[in-house]
């Protein structure tokens, strides 16, 4: 028992999730919010504060889990997600509001 | 009913609608209906800022080097933002105040408006750096009629409020004969009614027609020109963010019936009404680009690209209130705007007060004696 918790940070830290954003496909770590993971990846998403009280980079969450380190400030839509401050918690599909 | 300071009846302050319930009586903040209020406080105070930090020596220069038509549309954005921050400056105050009955709330508007008034004071502090008499720019926005058709729209929602507001404290419930305005019915629903579709507007004038204002004033400093403003604005728009998310919360409130079930009922009732409102002041935000940019166009912004911009931002904001969007542009024509609205990097070093994460006075209490064993003197 005691070495599974021990373990368990290291395991967390490696988790690997796949985004589905239309036809494309990226895989994404917990280690960082999903916004900085996505423009990595060239894919441009709307920002401004990127700490969670604007809501400029509000995107469509239609399925999976996400959390949040922190209650982000701002109002979040139901079906909706913050992009600069969810980590992904599991295999999620996202949408910009304009698809 | 009339407005008491300090309301003498005891009540739950938890209990309270966030208006039209008991006038507030102590400001505690120990326990909160809605403790968003208080996180927009605090974040609002953590930005605490200056116009007088930001150095505007080089715009002068700046502005005397431009074209004729930029410095219209230079001192045409200006001045529909100082426009736009008088209103905010005390609207919020005086329409708000006297109906709100939460303190945490009654806290935001007013820490809310402050920020405005500094926003008011950096205009004075942009336009006194940058032409020799300031007189003309200031009278012009009273007189000048692209201006005032702006003033009306973005202060007709909050005047009816405060009319009826004031005939409410006065006489009470009913029908109103006031000289000049004819008969005004003041019922609760009406009441409510006209405050729902106030905040409606102010969310409009802070998400939107602001946002158009950004967008020219970052267009001057995206060709390295002006960018003592963009500063100023940076700093106005990081303000900004925060306030529109103020008035998000407090629409979305009210439509989700959690607050008062009655406003849920008036915000389906307005749905349309609302929906109008966004779309009018997006029509209006074009024609304001068209006069802008009537004598000719700047290097990556024109009137096209702008009213682009407004149907995008609108679109965004609609959604954001749970109104289906408006208009077909799907995407941002300016991205490179983000650049300049982002608030990370509103300034580099730390000493310099803006950085939001840079808080004056955080002293660490958690020390222990052992903390100093590897000091020697």
């Given amino acids: ?99 | 009913m009339s407005y008491s300071t300090f309301n003498r009846k005891q009540f739950d302050s938890m209990k309270e609608p966030m208006f039209f319930g008991e006038n507030v009586n102590v400001a505690r903040y120990d326990q909160q209906k809605h403790p968003i209020f208080e996180k927009l406080i605090e974040k609002q105070l953590s930005f605490f800022w200056r116009p007088e930090e930001v150095d505007l020596s080089s715009d002068r220069k700046d502005f005397q080097k431009l074209e004729e038509h930029e410095q219209h549309i230079f001192l045409s954005n200006l001045k529909y933002q100082t426009l736009l921050d008088s209103v905010q400056g005390r609207s919020p105050n005086v329409a708000l105040l006297p109906i709100v009955s939460l303190p945490e709330l009654e806290t935001w508007i007013e820490t809310w408006s402050f920020s405005e008034t500094i926003h008011s004071r950096s205009y004075t502090h942009i336009i006194r750096n940058i032409v020799n008499d300031p007189t003309k720019i200031f009278d012009d926005i009273t007189v000048n009629k692209e201006i005032t058709k702006r003033a009306d729209s973005v202060s007709v929602y909050y005047d009816r409020l405060i009319e009826m507001v004031s005939l409410y404290n006065t006489l009470g419930l009913g029908t109103h004969h006031v000289p000049e305005h004819g008969d005004i019915e003041i019922s609760m629903r009406s009441l409510k009614k006209a405050l729902y579709l106030t905040v409606a507007s102010v969310n409009v004038l802070e998400a939107i027609r602001f946002y158009v204002s950004f967008a020219c004033s970052f267009a001057f400093a995206e060709r390295t020109l002006m960018e003592g403003n963009a500063k100023i604005i940076k700093l106005i728009a990081r303000d900004e963010a925060l306030h529109l998310t103020g008035t998000q919360h407090m629409l979305n409130l009210m439509a989700s019936g959690k607050d008062d079930p009655e406003m849920a009922i008036i915000a389906q009732e307005c749905k349309e009404e609302m929906r109008n409102i966004f779309i009018e002041a997006a029509e209006q935000e074009k024609d304001w680009a068209s006069y802008l940019f009537k004598d000719g166009s700047m290097i990556g912004l024109n009137a096209q690209i702008l009213g682009q911009y407004v149907e995008y931002i609108t679109n965004v904001r609609m959604q954001a209130v749970g109104l289906d969007t408006a208009f077909g542009t799907k995407h941002n024509p300016i991205p490179w705007i983000n650049a300049w609205l982002v608030s990370d990097n509103v300034q580099v070093a730390p000493q310099e007060a803006e950085i939001s994460s840079y808080l004056v006075g955080q002293i660490d209490n958690d020390l222990s004696e052992s903390d100093f064993d590897d000091f020697d003197l």
């Fill in chain 1, 1 to 99: 028992m005691t070495t599974l918790t021990s373990n368990k940070p290291d395991k967390v830290r490696d988790k690997v999730h796949r985004v589905l954003l239309g036809k494309k496909q990226i895989l994404v770590t917990e280690d960082e919010p999903l916004l900085v993971q996505l423009e990595r990846e060239g894919i441009h998403v709307e920002y401004q504060c990127r700490e969670g009280y604007c809501s400029s980079c509000s995107i469509k969450l239609l399925w999976g889990h996400v959390e949040y380190p922190f209650e982000p400030l701002a109002w979040v839509q139901s079906g909706y997600m913050l992009a600069c401050c969810a980590i992904v918690k599991s295999d999620i599909e996202i949408a910009f509001f304009s698809d």
